[in-house]
């Protein structure tokens, strides 16, 4: 009997023990499990590149020294002087192009892409500004944080009639669900981007007509903060999706690909440009299987702006027939 009782209540010490310990140990994994979702989910753009980072070769990173940030500071002042004049007499248009995120060549081959279809498409040569951020332009572009942002809208502002040419803003990073475009130049620290941070420069500097094209995830977020009766603005996404082709190995993201690279360069009007190239991006996710749903790429057009992008593209039609 005596034996009975020692083994019952160790076996119930034992079972109180063990829940003792397994219910804190469950309580923590649920929590950790629960961090990381919610981790992910403000960082749904990036993607865990470690199974393949021991085939890829060493990318180049950036050093900072005395003679870089010297030579940034000459390359800022020639790039500014050498903004070209204005054509008398009619609309001219003028770029920004801006891409922050050094981690990923895809944004460097972009920007560069779309700072040479704005100047070639749009008569708009040495009248576009180009700032990233990349370890192997150090000493050719300029930086795209936000302060060179705001300094390069004010510069752009001081060239233009601010009341009649129209500035075309190019943004391309990855973008995070609060709608901040991501920055990154390590081991420079360069901080976020807000659309606030932008309508404000712009605002500031009393330029009128504006389009505005940001290409990242979530970029929908845009619209309301930028849009205005004198401004178009495009995104590559709305406010709850992904965009698609910012990775490693992309070339270009989808939107820029298809928006600036392929239907820009068959007209002049934003507008038609945008109407063709949305399907071609739905199929293309569809084909690529994208799997949280439509990109959903949107477009808010300022009725006060629509005469001035109309005309622009006439003009531009007739010239180049």
Not at 21 to 35: I, K, Q, R
Not at 268 to 274: D, N, Q
Request: aromatic share 8%; charged share 20%.
């Amino acid at each position: 009997m005596l034996l009975a009782i020692t083994r019952l209540t160790a076996r119930e010490v034992a079972t109180r023990w063990r829940v003792a310990l397994f219910v804190p140990g469950l309580v923590a994994m649920m929590a950790l499990g629960l961090w990381q979702s919610l981790n992910m989910q403000e960082r749904v753009w990036q993607t865990d590149y470690a199974a393949s980072a021991a085939t890829e070769p060493e990318r180049p990173r950036l050093r900072l020294t005395q003679e870089v940030f010297e030579q940034q500071q000459s390359l800022w002042e020639r790039t500014v002087a050498g903004i070209g004049e204005r054509q008398p007499g009619q609309a001219n248009v003028y770029g920004l192009v801006f891409a922050p995120y050094a981690s990923e060549d895809v944004f460097l081959r972009e920007s560069t892409m779309v700072a040479k279809v704005i100047g070639e498409r749009f008569d708009a040569k040495q009248r576009v500004l180009h700032l990233v951020n990349h370890a192997t332009t150090a000493d050719t572009l300029p930086w795209a944080t936000p302060l060179n942002l705001q300094r390069a809208i004010a510069a752009l502002g001081q060239h233009m009639d601010r009341e009649n040419d129209l500035l075309v803003v190019y943004l391309t990073s990855h973008g995070a669900r609060d709608h901040q475009l991501a920055a990154t130049h390590g081991p420079l620290s360069v901080p976020w981007l807000t659309p606030e941070e932008l309508r404000k420069a712009l605002d500031e500097a009393g330029i009128r007509h504006r389009v505005v094209a940001i290409s990242a995830c979530y970029s929908g977020g845009w619209i309301e903060p930028m849009a205005n009766d004198d401004t178009l603005v495009m995104t590559a996404a709305d406010a709850t999706h992904t965009s698609y082709g910012c990775g490693r190995l992309s070339e270009l993201t989808y939107f820029g690909r298809a928006m600036f690279d392929e239907e820009l360069r068959k007209t002049h009007s934003f507008e038609t440009a945008f109407a063709a190239a949305v399907p071609v991006i739905k199929q293309r996710e569809v084909e690529a299987g994208k799997e949280d749903g439509f990109s959903n790429p949107q477009i808010s057009v300022g009725e006060k702006i629509r005469p001035l992008l109309d005309q622009l593209a006439q003009r531009l039609d007739a010239a180049g027939k």
